[in-house]
């Protein structure tokens, strides 16, 4: 059964650096990879990064050059983390973690896994 759990989640002013991370159980880091997500109230579920067994990674538009993800595993698990750097109020959301992210690629872009995270909330505020 593939577990993901997700922490580091809080509160930052803009500006502000937060990294979270996400144990992976039951999944071991493949061509399929792993990803990360956001979630606002009443806006569409927004890609953030991707990362594979090959170490190929893809990040969203909007973080581009202000997110970066990257994993460390080892024989028996697998972490995967995001480091987010100059936070915008726009960036406060739900971020969720996901795994196994093949049949949901659409023109170049993620918009969805097969299993997900139970999310952890990102707050940017003075």
């Known amino acids: 059964q593939v577990q993901l759990i997700e922490s580091g989640g809080g509160s930052v002013q803009p500006g502000g650096s937060l990294t979270l991370s996400c144990a992976a159980s039951g999944y071991r880091l493949n061509t399929c990879g792993m990803g990360w997500f956001r979630q606002v109230p009443g806006k569409k579920r927004e890609f953030l990064a991707f990362i594979d067994s090959n170490w190929r990674m893809t990040i969203g538009g909007s973080v581009k050059g202000r997110f970066f993800i990257y994993t460390e595993s080892d024989r028996n698990a697998n972490t995967l983390h995001l480091s987010m750097n100059n936070l915008k109020a726009e960036d406060a959301g739900v971020y969720y973690c996901?795994?196994?992210?093949?049949?949901?690629?659409?023109?170049?872009?993620?918009?969805?896994?097969?299993?997900w995270g139970q999310g952890t909330q990102v707050t940017v505020s003075s």
């Open positions: 996901a795994a196994d992210l093949c049949a949901y690629l659409s023109r170049g872009e993620y918009y969805g896994a097969t299993y």
